[in-house]
T-cell receptor, first 116, second 117 residues
Framework: GAGVSQSPRYKVAKRGQDVALRCDPISGHVSLFWYQQALGQGPEFLTYFQNEAQLDKSGLPSDRFFAERPEGSVSTLKIQRTQQEDSAVYLC??????????????FGPGTRLLVL | AQSVTQLDSQVPVFEEAPVELRCNYSSSVSVYLFWYVQYPNQGLQLLLKYLSGSTLVESINGFEAEFNKSQTSFHLRKPSVHISDTAEYFCAVSGVNYGGSQGNLIFGKGTKLSVKP
């Protein structure tokens, strides 16, 4: 079946602009994660959803970052008033079961955000 | 909290030579361990994982990794690499006792494997 998809694949934003990044997880997957991957670094955790509930947002770097998953499937990561340091690849991953049941995380291709 | 160290940022190797990509972790709780691979212009793909049981785990394309609890390591090895193995490899851990609401992966900075003819 289809894997995790993300859109747009590339986004160029002017500093101060708001952006919205979309993630379509694998159908039926309960868990959804967002990660941020800066250039030359490994991915870093941002937030986690179990169905529509956002159970962990400890990795969000500032209150300019907001994520939602209102119907327990598609998720949107929104960044308000973008700054240059927000430039990174944003990865979405989904898992069939909650983390406690050892679900494997499947990653999307990422959205590469460049803030000018 | 957990952390992952991949000591080698780049590993050049000739085709058909053996390779080892090193990964060490630190954690105050038991962990699950993973290796992900990222081919050029593609997303992260799970290569192999250790959850429990046998400490030696294998992938379908000839890679293997061994969980060594005493050395807190999970090094990735392949006895003979191919050009097609050129990619970036990420080691990751997930804490087992995280309270049931997390399970997010903690990644190393990655190792770029470059296989030359």
């Amino acid at each position: 079946g289809a894997g995790v998809s993300q859109s747009p694949r590339y986004k160029v934003a002017k500093r101060g602009q708001d952006v919205a990044l979309r993630c379509d997880p694998i159908s039926g997957h309960v868990s959804l994660f967002w990660y941020q991957q800066a250039l030359g670094q490994g991915p870093e955790f941002l937030t986690y959803f179990q169905n529509e509930a956002q159970l962990d947002k400890s990795g969000l770097p500032s209150d300019r970052f907001f994520a939602e998953r209102p119907e327990g499937s598609v998720s949107t990561l929104k960044i308000q008033r973008t700054q240059q340091e927000d430039s990174a690849v944003y990865l979405c991953a989904s898992s069939l079961v909650p983390p406690g049941l050892r679900g494997t995380q499947y990653f999307g291709p990422g959205t590469r955000l460049l803030v000018l | 909290a957990q952390s992952v160290t991949q000591l080698d940022s780049q590993v050049p190797v000739f085709e058909e030579a053996p390779v080892e990509l090193r990964c060490n972790y630190s954690s105050s709780v038991s962990v699950y361990l993973f290796w992900y691979v990222q081919y050029p212009n593609q997303g992260l793909q799970l290569l192999l994982k250790y959850l429990s049981g046998s400490t030696l785990v294998e992938s379908i394309n000839g890679f293997e990794a061994e969980f060594n609890k005493s050395q807190t390591s999970f090094h990735l090895r392949k006895p003979s690499v191919h050009i097609s193995d050129t990619a970036e490899y990420f080691c990751a851990v997930s804490g087992v006792n995280y309270g049931g609401s997390q399970g997010n992966l903690i990644f190393g900075k990655g190792t770029k494997l470059s296989v030359k003819p």
